[in-house]
């Protein structure tokens, strides 16, 4: 019966089809969808192997910043030998360890049950499957990038700042300078530049929304299909209520994600993070900061310009100009006259 309710409402064109984006990148963003989740896959038996290291009262995760980095890994393989001196495993530390091999060595002194040995070892095969995987869906992605739209003109890409450029994730392409040069031949803009993205973000965001912007009229409709537009429930005049919608869009989740990477940042959309939510929270000002990166993207996306960055300078400016007009409207409404107080 659902059914036939659903044909019969699409007879009369009761139904909005869905959105996609042009047909050449679907492929690319079933690829990167299942990649992410094998990522999550992945992630998972990490958590198997540091909880079978500290329940033989191996301090793994103390000793390193990251098990999975060049020194963990080494360590854990040479467990799974059956090496148990910790001097030994100590001596496996890498030149850029942080902590030295005394230290290193106190924390990898533990009880080698046999059970939670061979949890270890499972947990390292899965990792090493999943990863070996996610190398081949590297590939994969990569000769799709190829073929896709190979006659337009990839142009210069601009150098990255100096925090993009120092910044890393485990869980990124292997080399990011190919695919920004892949995204701005396929966009004809490179939005990695904007701030608070990264190429993965980038890539995300391309591949979900697609680059074909006329499907949005509005910045507006683009921000309200991502969820990060306010829903206003209007009746008789009131505003009952003045939420977000909840939503899983994956590009409105990659403006978030941005959003909360420039909280600190020295940029017009860290300042207003900071303002907003000195005023209305963190959760609110996030949404709010993802909308103007949003509104940034879209402009860039349909007029096909380079990102502008506006200096801090500059947007305090504004912010008081706009402040100053504000309070000089207030005031004629009640019949004062905003004068500023002479030097």
Same mark, same amino acid.
């Given at each position: 019966m659902d059914a036939q309710w659903i044909q019969t409402l699409h007879n009369y064109g009761l139904l909005e089809g869905s959105f996609r984006p042009q047909s050449d990148l679907v492929a690319l963003r079933t690829l990167l969808r299942h990649r992410g989740q094998l990522v999550e896959h992945r992630s998972r038996h990490i958590l198997h192997m540091q909880k079978a290291l500290l329940q033989m009262n191996v301090q793994l995760s103390q000793a390193v910043t990251d098990m999975t980095g060049v020194t963990g890994r080494a360590i854990i393989r040479a467990i799974l030998s059956g090496v148990r001196d910790p001097k030994m495993l100590a001596a496996l530390r890498e030149p850029g360890c942080k902590k030295s091999e005394e230290e290193i060595g106190k924390a990898l002194t533990g009880t080698w049950r046999e059970e939670h040995l061979f949890i270890l070892k499972q947990s390292m095969t899965l990792y090493d499957f999943y990863t070996?995987?996610?190398?081949?869906?590297?590939?994969?992605?990569?000769r799709m990038y190829v073929e896709t739209r190979p006659d337009w003109d990839e142009g210069e890409l601009q150098p990255l700042s100096s925090r993009k450029r120092n910044s890393h994730s485990k869980?990124?392409? !292997?080399?990011?300078?190919? &695919?920004?040069?892949?995204? *701005? #031949?396929?966009?004809?803009?490179?939005?990695? +530049?904007?701030?608070?993205?990264?190429v993965s973000l980038a890539q995300t965001v391309i591949m979900e929304c697609g680059t074909d912007m006329t499907k949005f009229p509005t910045e507006k409709h683009f921000c309200s299909w991502l969820g990060v537009a306010p829903k206003?429930?209007?009746?008789?005049?009131?505003?009952?209520?003045?939420?977000?919608?909840?939503?899983?869009?994956?590009?409105?989740?990659?403006?978030?994600?941005?959003?909360?990477?420039?909280?600190?940042?020295?940029?017009?959309?860290?300042?207003?993070?900071?303002?907003?939510?000195a005023r209305l929270g963190p959760a609110q000002a996030t949404v709010a900061t993802a909308h103007a990166i949003a509104r940034v993207v879209y402009r860039m996306l349909k007029y096909?310009?380079?990102?502008?960055?506006?200096?801090?300078?500059?947007?305090?400016?504004? !912010?008081?100009?706009?402040? &100053?007009?504000?309070?000089? *409207? #207030?005031?004629?409404?009640?019949?004062?006259? +905003?004068?500023?107080?002479p030097a």
């Amino acid at each position: 019966m659902d059914a036939q309710w659903i044909q019969t409402l699409h007879n009369y064109g009761l139904l909005e089809g869905s959105f996609r984006p042009q047909s050449d990148l679907v492929a690319l963003r079933t690829l990167l969808r299942h990649r992410g989740q094998l990522v999550e896959h992945r992630s998972r038996h990490i958590l198997h192997m540091q909880k079978a290291l500290l329940q033989m009262n191996v301090q793994l995760s103390q000793a390193v910043t990251d098990m999975t980095g060049v020194t963990g890994r080494a360590i854990i393989r040479a467990i799974l030998s059956g090496v148990r001196d910790p001097k030994m495993l100590a001596a496996l530390r890498e030149p850029g360890c942080k902590k030295s091999e005394e230290e290193i060595g106190k924390a990898l002194t533990g009880t080698w049950r046999e059970e939670h040995l061979f949890i270890l070892k499972q947990s390292m095969t899965l990792y090493d499957f999943y990863t070996q995987q996610i190398l081949e869906y590297d590939e994969e992605i990569e000769r799709m990038y190829v073929e896709t739209r190979p006659d337009w003109d990839e142009g210069e890409l601009q150098p990255l700042s100096s925090r993009k450029r120092n910044s890393h994730s485990k869980n990124a392409r !292997y080399d990011t300078e190919k &695919i920004r040069k892949h995204l *701005k #031949r396929v966009s004809g803009v490179d939005i990695s +530049l904007v701030d608070g993205f990264g190429v993965s973000l980038a890539q995300t965001v391309i591949m979900e929304c697609g680059t074909d912007m006329t499907k949005f009229p509005t910045e507006k409709h683009f921000c309200s299909w991502l969820g990060v537009a306010p829903k206003h429930e209007i009746s008789g005049g009131k505003v009952l209520k003045n939420t977000t919608l909840k939503t899983k869009n994956r590009a409105g989740q990659a403006f978030r994600m941005a959003a909360q990477s420039v909280k600190q940042a020295e940029c017009a959309f860290g300042v207003l993070y900071r303002r907003l939510r000195a005023r209305l929270g963190p959760a609110q000002a996030t949404v709010a900061t993802a909308h103007a990166i949003a509104r940034v993207v879209y402009r860039m996306l349909k007029y096909k310009v380079e990102y502008d960055p506006l200096s801090v300078n500059e947007y305090q400016k504004q !912010y008081e100009e706009q402040q &100053i007009k504000y309070m000089k *409207k #207030r005031a004629a409404k009640f019949g004062y006259q +905003l004068l500023p107080v002479p030097a």
